[in-house]
Structures are given as structure tokens and as C-alpha cells.
């Protein structure tokens, strides 16, 4: 059984970068799909980034493209979510989940549910 755990999350100002990490033990059979989603206090889940395995094809939602990069590395089973230029509103816990997705589609890859295995999540602050 895949387990993931994320890693990289801080507390930084408005303009930093960081980089989340979400490593995987185990080979993440029958799943083809890693994606980012992030939840802030009073919020729901959402949509932050996603990566093809194989591909390396990405998608981004409109509030990150252009700061943030996702990435994988396959010798070290790990992906992970470069972020630049934080605002504020970036703050929220990030979570890394994997899945699978028959085909390419933009709805697939920002929908939660296609995802059936969660990280524990770990916390990004930026003040203003």
C-alpha cells in the first residue's frame, strides 16, 4: 500500500518561495496521477496543481499558474510543488494525493475524488 508524506511547509512572507515535497514508500501501483490540493481554515479543498507520472503533462489552476511549478522525480518517487512569489491567500494546508486518470482532462486531474490516497498535509503560512 502507497503512503504519501509531504514535506517542505513553513511560515514565510509575501513574495518567498518554497518547495512542498511529497514522497512516496512503496510503489503506487494503478496510479498514474499525483496532484496538489490545499485547504484553508473555513474553506474547502482545492485544486492546486497536478503531474502525469509517466507523461510528466502538468496542470495548474488559475490562482498558481505562472508561481507555482510541479515536478517528479522518478529515482527518488517524490513530487514536488515549487511555489514562488507566496501571497497571502497561498496560506493553507497542502496536501499531495494520488490517483488514477484514464485519460488527459483538466476536470479529472482538479477533482478530488479521482485521488484515493492522501498525505497528512503540511501547514504553509505567508504573511502580508
Known amino acids: 500500500q502507497v503512503q504519501l508524506v509531504e514535506s517542505g511547509g513553513g511560515l514565510v512572507q509575501a513574495g518567498d518561495s518554497l518547495r512542498l515535497s511529497c514522497a512516496a514508500s512503496?510503489?503506487?501501483?494503478?496510479?498514474?496521477?499525483v496532484g496538489w490540493f490545499r485547504q484553508a481554515p473555513g474553506k474547502e479543498r482545492e485544486f492546486v496543481a497536478a503531474?502525469?507520472?509517466?507523461?510528466?503533462?502538468?496542470y495548474y489552476a488559475d490562482a498558481v499558474k505562472g508561481r507555482f511549478t510541479i515536478s517528479r522525480d522518478f529515482a527518488k518517487n517524490t513530487v514536488y510543488l515549487q511555489m514562488n512569489s507566496l501571497k497571502p491567500e497561498d496560506t493553507a494546508v497542502y496536501y499531495c494525493?494520488?490517483?488514477?486518470?484514464?485519460?488527459?482532462?483538466?476536470?479529472?486531474?482538479?477533482?478530488?475524488?479521482?485521488?484515493?490516497?492522501w498525505g497528512q498535509g503540511t501547514q504553509v503560512t505567508v504573511s502580508s
Open positions: 494525493a494520488a490517483g488514477f486518470v484514464p485519460f488527459s482532462s483538466y476536470r479529472i486531474y482538479s477533482t478530488a475524488t479521482t485521488y484515493n490516497t
Open positions: 512503496g510503489r503506487p501501483v494503478g496510479r498514474n496521477a
Open positions: 503531474i502525469n507520472w509517466n507523461s510528466g503533462s502538468t
